[in-house]
């Protein structure tokens, strides 16, 4: 009796071994077919960007030979609705070493939720240019945060989210956009944001601000065959206070680049700013305005860009910059840009 007990007692144990044994197995399974998809789904690139520049201001020059970017960026899903992406960046004199540009989780198809840090959607700044546009001075903001849309690839794409603001123990900003697809032909969207001094263009004078202001943009980009038409605006909506004086800051790109003979691009651009500081040179002082460094007040200028190779490009850029209550810019810009 004591026998068959033990004998009973020992397949009941194997039989729950068993049973745990292969579910085991079946978890590794999945777990092994998702790590698989995800292989199969791995995309990476690499971009650097060497460049020289030589500046004129009155009669003081300046020249510089920089490793402008080094970026990394990877992708993968392991289903359709499930994917991740990393993003690491080095720019000379800015970021040293490399920084985890961006890291999120997207999940869904036509609803998505995206988690993670991010340049969130505040913003379009599309150019053909070496030198980023005003607009993305103004405006590129890259954060944690959480974000939800809905996407229609034919016509729209919408999307909000929020995010813990500078030197906030809550979270307390958020920011919304909407984008608009003209079958391949056009691009338009808004965008919005609770408050424009959050944005990576005022980390420095976010700590001097008395008051904020909410923040918003449009912007158009057109396709016509070889030729692309650009235009974007950004602007506080009511003013921001630094030192007890108000301004509204706000800046515009507007472009027009072509693609001739296959390897070749050409673009013109006009764009502009107002009360858009760069830097608080003194935040003790008493002065007020004079403390403030400018963006300057107009560019104008033009780039040439050839394609010497499918993965490779150099660009030269000109650009008149008309400063304020300052001596007028020339700026020369040289780039070469390699893509993997």
Known sequence: ?????????????????????????????????????????????????????????????????????????????????????????????????????????????????????????????????????????????????????????????????VFQGYDEDVIQCGYGAVNAFVGETAV?????????????????????SESGAPGAGVFANVFLGPVMLNAEFITAISDVTYFGIDYQPMAYNIEGSVNFAEKWLAGLKLEGSGDFMN??????????????GYFHETGVGGVVSYGFHTNAKVGLEYMRLINKDADDTDLITVQIALEI
């Open 279 to 292: 830097e608080v040179i003194d935040p003790t002082g008493t002065s007020g305005i004079d403390n403030l």
């Open 1 to 161: 009796m004591k026998n068959l007990k033990g004998k009973v007692l020992i397949a009941g144990i194997a039989a729950l071994c068993g049973n745990g044994y292969a579910q085991s197995a079946e978890s590794f399974e999945k777990w092994g077919a998702m790590t698989q998809k995800g292989l199969e789904t791995f995309e990476w690139g690499v971009l650097l960007e060497a460049e020289g520049y030589y500046a004129q201001t009155g009669d003081e020059a300046e020249s510089d030979i920089t490793l402008a970017t080094v970026e990394f960026v990877a992708d993968t899903a392991v289903t359709e609705w499930l994917s991740a992406h990393v993003g690491l960046l080095w720019e000379e004199d800015d970021t040293d070493p490399f920084s985890m540009d961006e890291g999120f989780i997207s999940i869904g198809l036509d609803y998505y939720t995206q988690l993670g840090k991010y340049y969130l959607p505040f913003g379009n700044f599309e150019t053909a240019f070496i030198s980023d546009p005003l607009t993305l001075e103004l405006g590129e903001i890259n954060r944690s945060s959480a974000l939800i849309g809905y996407r229609n690839n034919k016509y729209f794409d919408v999307s909000a989210g």
């Open 188 to 208: 338009i969207g808004a965008y919005l944001l609770s408050d424009i001094l959050e944005t990576d263009g005022f980390a420095d004078l976010k700590e001097s």
